[in-house]
């Protein structure tokens, strides 16, 4: 590794969690995607003091899309950490700008993504490389920041991208399946609050934790045989899987009416499954709408019946050879 350089740059992908959101913060494995939407930062050091006012583009801190570290306390507190984290870096003089195509707050690890990009911009123009566990300090802190108590499987997509098995105690275990799928996300319109909903099943959790601990086994159960569905290309098979997640969240309070109604649209539409995607309350839908390679047919008819209803949505391939997820 060098010394600092001029400039530092780094991305990371958005993710989908497939299965086992909620569950995986109480250590039962969660089954993640990366997607081809993500975000891009760039860092670098700005001008002494009495030469910023002359210059363009001099103002310290860290602006994410528009929201400054200077006008934001828990932004402000978030970059901190992460500066802070493993070996220190000074921030006084340091220039950070995130830009990307990610919609914030709705279950696509917009935070995770930021603070991957970040510390990897940070990492390379301080080191001229940005090594995983640095990265993942600097990620971490930071999401400890905004959610408390974070399971890490936002982290964890962000950094591999692809597909990951997650458990809080082994970490992320990358996967390829043979064959690739498509995936679509339907936008709810409204924003889902990460903290809100983990705290929602804590409740339900402490008021009935025989039902509870029943159905994180079966949670477990299904990212198992998920997993073994994705490996054989039986993906009739995976979208039960998701159907059956989408009724055990409704259970623990995260579903809305705007996701069942995005659910069962894309159900009728074709999809072979649909079940919410990250906290819920609010934000994305996920459906499996069938293999890649059919031109995307699958995918229209269920983007469209969406729009019918006046919901937004796009679609992602992941899996073996998708090098740039399609939209
Ligand atoms: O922040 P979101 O919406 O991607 O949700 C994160 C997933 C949870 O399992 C709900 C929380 C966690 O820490 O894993």
């Given at each position: 590794?060098?010394?600092?350089?001029?400039?530092?740059?780094?991305?990371?992908?958005?993710?989908?969690?497939?299965?086992?959101?909620?569950?995986?913060v109480?250590?039962?494995?969660?089954?993640a995607?990366?997607?081809?939407?993500?975000?891009?930062?760039?860092?670098?050091?700005?001008?002494?003091?009495?030469?910023?006012?002359?210059?363009?583009?001099?103002?310290?801190?860290?602006?994410?899309?528009?929201?400054?570290?200077?006008?934001?306390?828990?932004?402000?507190?978030?970059?901190?950490?992460?500066?802070?984290?493993?070996?220190?870096?000074?921030?006084?003089?340091?220039?950070?700008?995130?830009?990307?195509?990610?919609?914030?707050?709705?279950?696509?690890?917009?935070?995770?993504?930021?603070?991957?990009?970040?510390?990897?911009?940070?990492?390379?123009?301080?080191?001229?490389?940005?090594?995983?566990?640095?990265?993942?300090?600097?990620?971490?802190?930071?999401?400890?920041?905004?959610?408390?108590?974070?399971?890490?499987?936002?982290?964890?997509?962000?950094?591999?991208?692809?597909?990951?098995?997650?458990?809080?105690?082994?970490?992320?275990?990358?996967?390829?399946?043979?064959?690739?799928?498509?995936?679509?996300?339907?936008?709810t319109?409204?924003?889902?609050?990460?903290?809100?909903?983990?705290?929602?099943?804590?409740?339900?959790?402490?008021?009935e934790?025989?039902?509870?601990?029943?159905?994180?086994?079966?949670?477990?159960?299904?990212?198992?045989?998920?997993?073994?569905?994705?490996?054989?290309?039986?993906?009739?098979?995976?979208?039960?899987?998701?159907?059956?997640?989408?009724?055990?969240?409704?259970?623990?309070?995260?579903?809305?009416?705007?996701?069942?109604?995005?659910?069962?649209t894309?159900?009728a539409?074709?999809?072979?499954?649909?079940?919410?995607?990250?906290?819920?309350?609010?934000?994305?839908?996920?459906?499996?709408?069938?293999?890649?390679?059919?031109?995307?047919?699958?995918?229209?008819?269920?983007?469209?019946?969406?729009?019918?209803l006046?919901?937004?949505?796009?679609?992602?391939?992941?899996g073996?050879?998708?090098?740039?997820?399609?939209?």
């Open positions: 590794m060098g010394g600092e350089r001029q400039r530092g740059e780094g991305r990371a992908s958005g993710k989908l969690i497939l299965l086992g959101e909620h569950a995986v109480y250590g039962v494995p969660a089954l995607v990366g997607i081809s939407r993500g975000l891009e930062a760039r860092a670098w050091r700005v001008a002494a003091r009495a030469e910023r006012s002359a210059a363009p583009d001099a103002r310290p801190g860290l602006d994410v899309i528009g929201r400054h570290t200077s006008e934001d306390a828990t932004l402000a507190a978030a970059y901190a950490a992460l500066l802070a984290a493993g070996e220190p870096v000074a921030g006084d003089d340091l220039a950070v700008r995130v830009h990307g195509d990610l919609t914030p707050g709705v279950g696509l690890g917009f935070s995770a993504a930021a603070a991957v990009a970040i510390a990897r911009a940070v990492e390379s123009l301080v080191h001229g490389g940005a090594a995983v566990p640095a990265v993942q300090a600097r990620a971490m802190a930071w999401e400890r920041v905004f959610h408390g108590n974070p399971s890490g499987v936002d982290t964890a997509a962000a950094l591999l991208g692809g597909c990951i098995r997650y458990t809080r105690a082994e970490g992320p275990r990358p996967f390829d399946p043979p064959a690739c799928f498509e995936l679509c996300v339907g936008f319109g409204t924003a889902a609050s990460t903290a809100a909903m983990v705290a929602r099943v804590a409740e339900l959790r402490n008021a934790p025989a039902r509870f601990e029943a159905e994180l086994a079966e949670v477990g159960g299904l990212v198992a045989q998920a997993i073994a569905a994705l490996e054989r290309s039986e993906l009739a098979r995976l979208g039960a899987l998701l159907d059956r997640n989408q009724g055990l969240l409704a259970g623990w309070g995260v579903s809305t009416d705007a996701i069942d109604v995005l659910c069962r894309a159900r539409a074709g999809a072979l499954g649909a079940k919410l995607s990250g906290s819920g309350g609010g934000g994305v839908v996920v459906a499996l709408v069938g293999p890649g390679g059919d031109d995307g047919r699958a995918a229209t008819r269920v983007l469209e019946a969406w729009r019918r006046g919901f937004g949505g796009f679609r992602t391939a992941v073996a050879g998708v090098a740039e997820a399609k939209e």
